[in-house]
C-alpha cells in the first residue's frame, strides 16, 4: 500500500509538515507549520486529526516553542483537543525530556526533536503491532463495519482499526469495508473511503442511520473503530455515534472491537463517567460545508466524542495484544 504520511518533519528539518485533512478527498495538499501556534490550529481546525496523529504533531511543535516557554507551549496545545488523551501523554513526555537537559538552548532543541522524533517512531511499530493483533480476529471474506477514520491518516503508522483490515489484506483474505461517512464532518467518507480505495480495499460509505438495518439484513460480520481515550475499566471515548453502533452490535450479536495504541489507555480515569466531552462549534452541523442546513439561530448540540461503555466491547485490541473483559489497563498505561 502507498504510504501516508498526515504528520512528519518538514523537509528543511525547520517546522512540522501535515496533510491537510479538511481537503480531502478533493485534494491532497500539504502544509509547512513553522509556529506553536499554527500547530495549535492545525489540531484545533482537524486539519490534523487522530489521537495519536495530534500528539505526534503536538510533540513536533515543542521543538518550535523558544527555549523559555516549552511549558506554556504545551500547556496551550493540550488545550487543542482536550478529550484524546495521546495529546496530553506526548507532551508530557517532550516535557520530561526538556527536564533533563542541563545544556544550551541547542542541546534542548536537539533533546527535544530526538523526543518527538522516538514517539513518531514507536507510533508506527505500535501500528504495525495493533495491525497483527487485529488481523486475527478478521475472518477471510469478512464485511467490516467501521466508523469515523482510524487507519494511517490519523496515526504516524498504518492506523489502528484500519491497520487489522490492512494486515488481513496483505496476508491474502478478501475484505470488504462498510465506512459509516459519521457526520457531521464526514470523516467516514472523506478520509476512511479515501485511504481504503487507494489501497485498492473494496469499501462501502453509509450514512451513520442505515447501519443498524445493514447489521439486520445480515451483511456485517464484525466491527472495528479506534479510540481516543481508554479509561482504566475499559470504557472507551470515540468518534460521536460509535455508542450506538455498539448497542445495535450488541443488539444483533455482531462482534465489536477497539483498536488503540497503549497510549490512549489512560489509568488516571477510572471509568467513561470521568472522561472530558470536547464540544465543537455549531457551525460544523447548521453549514459544514458552505451550506446551511439548519436554521441559523437553531441551537445546536455538536459533541465530537461519546463513551461506549466497557460492556458493549467485545475485545480491545492494542500494540500488546487482544484483550478482552474484565478490564484493568492501569498496568499497561504508558
Known sequence: MDVIEPVRWSDDGAGVRILDQRELPAREVYRDLRTVEDVFAAIATLAVRGAPAIGIAAAMALTLAPDD????????????????VNLRWALDRMERAAEKVRGSPAELRS??????????????????RIGE??????????RVLTHCNAGALATGGMGTALAA????????????VYA??????????????????????????LVDSAAASLMKAGEIDLCIVGADRIARNGDTANKIGTYPLAIAAAHHGIPFYV????????????????ILIEHRGADEVRCGFGTLTAPIDADVYNPA???????????IVSDRGVHRAPYDFGPLAR
Open 165 to 176: 483490515v490492512y494486515v488481513a489484506a496483505s496476508e491474502g483474505r478478501k475484505v470488504h
Open 259 to 274: 483498536a488503540a495504541p497503549t497510549s490512549t489507555f489512560d489509568a488516571g480515569t477510572a471509568s467513561g463517567e470521568e
Open 305 to 315: 466524542f461519546d463513551v461506549t461503555p466497557a460492556t458493549l466491547i467485545t475485545a
Open 133 to 142: 493483533h487485529g488481523a486475527a480476529l478478521i475472518p477471510d471474506g469478512a
Open 111 to 128: 533533546a527535544l526533536r530526538a523526543e518527538a522524533t522516538r514517539i513518531l517512531e514507536e507510533d508506527r511499530e505500535m501500528c504495525r
Open 180 to 205: 459509516d461517512e459519521t457526520r457531521p464532518l464526514l470523516q467516514g467518507s472523506r478520509l476512511t473511503a479515501w485511504e481504503l480505495t487507494r489501497a485498492g480495499i473494496p469499501t462501502t460509505v
Open 69 to 84: 516557554q516549552v511549558a506554556s507551549a504545551a500547556a496551550r496545545l493540550a488545550s487543542a483537543r482536550p478529550t484524546a
